[in-house]
């Protein structure tokens, strides 16, 4: 019997394996639905699933930009344990992503939409079927792989009449300015529907990687939610002092620059963002009735997520790659057969992600993996394991070196910021401590100070508080094999 969800019957009387259908996007913020606060923003498909789900209140990723987070997600590891510390380095070839450590050849299972861990148009790691949306990544394929092959949306696009706009590539900010029905997440519907239908007697994984809502941050939608109210994020204004890290003060100087800083010009794009995510709530709307219509909820695991957040305002900032709450926090929502609606306010990390799907899919827990099943959790109870530990390698492209530097920075400076390393913790108790080998360190009370407006770390008021939690990032990097001195 399978201990995970409750899987139900099958037609010849045997007990039905449970299937997987994993729903996320790149780049959205944890408050982009009613769940997590915000009832202005229009996501009636994901409202619903949400009430329907246990929701992680407080999720946070392994590191806050695509590659590292998305090998977490997928591997179950550590962006340092599984070689992908930065964007565009590929996922090993020997590394086990899910359906991999599932091992289960009665599954059916596909890949559609965003990879982004190396070959990104070529099926790999266990999805016997693929969907690509991207054709940007070509330059990072592995030797032997052919450069001049199109995703499947780019035939997608050619099959409507359209032409290459890029160098015989559909660039994004082609295809975002495409009708509805050419989009993205259109395309992607239909293909994650074609597969459902298909596959509907068999057990399977799907996963459905949505680009949206992240950059270019305009689409069809642009004029679905109106900026005059839409509200600013309460730490807007907050200046970014002198004792915050140089690179995000750079990096909120960039923004500003390339953004706008003004109230108006963040409205305007905080519009365009909520219209991408209402966007992909569509088409998640459209799979799951699709699910429902062929009888498939009571048995199907379903997760919604993303691989990091988005500054959106906050600080003035916008994009990713700090540890700022808005960054490194993403909604989490399971919906799992036999597993009650529910809240979950303790801190989780998505390096949990595979070992609970793989106790809620009734498999034996992997010893090699580093997290820990948040089933109990989901159940009411407790888990092992309350801190929560985010990490951030150099070079990961969050900060562009000027050849003359900046009004903040000389050239010398911003390259060394630009290849420091940090680790954070996170507690049930609401602190953040943030160790940086060549940056400003943070600490911030997130009970008091939710918008992480002043940095207590050299108030001199907290020595036994960091201690405390330095130990606590101490003995977690003994623990998975982290060597950073910090």
Known sequence: MLAGCGAGPMRSGRVAKPNLLFLWTDEQRADTMAAYGNRTIHTPHLNRLAAESVVFEKAYVTQPVCTPSRSSVMTGLWPHQNGCTKNNIPLPEETACFPELVNDPDYRTAYMGKWHLGDEIFAQHGFEEWAAIEDGYARYYRAG???????DYHHFLVEKGYR???????SRNFAARRPLEHCKPKFLEGRACEFLRRHREE?????VNFLEPHMPFFGPLD???DPAKVTLPANFDDPLEANEPLRYRVKREGCIEKYGGSEEAMRALIGRYWGLVTQVDRSVGAILRTLEELGLKKNTIVVFSSDHGDMMGSHRLVEKSVMYEESVRVPWLVRAPGMKKRFVRQPVSQIDMAPTLLDLMGRPAEKT???QSLVPLMRGGTVAREDVFIEWHPNSGALKVKSGGTKLATKEELK???NESSRAVITPDGWKLVLSDVEKCQLFNLREDPGERTNLYDSGRHTK???RLREKIQRWQASVGDTLKV
Do not use: A, Q
């Open 145 to 151: 792989r052919e450069r001049n092959r199109r995703s």
């Open 164 to 170: 290459p706009d890029s160098k015989g590539r559909f």
């Open 203 to 207: 057990p399977f994984m799907l996963y």
């Open 223 to 225: 004029g679905e939610h």
């Open 369 to 371: 993996l580093p997290g």
């Open 416 to 418: 060394r910021v630009e």
């Open 465 to 467: 508080t960091i201690k």
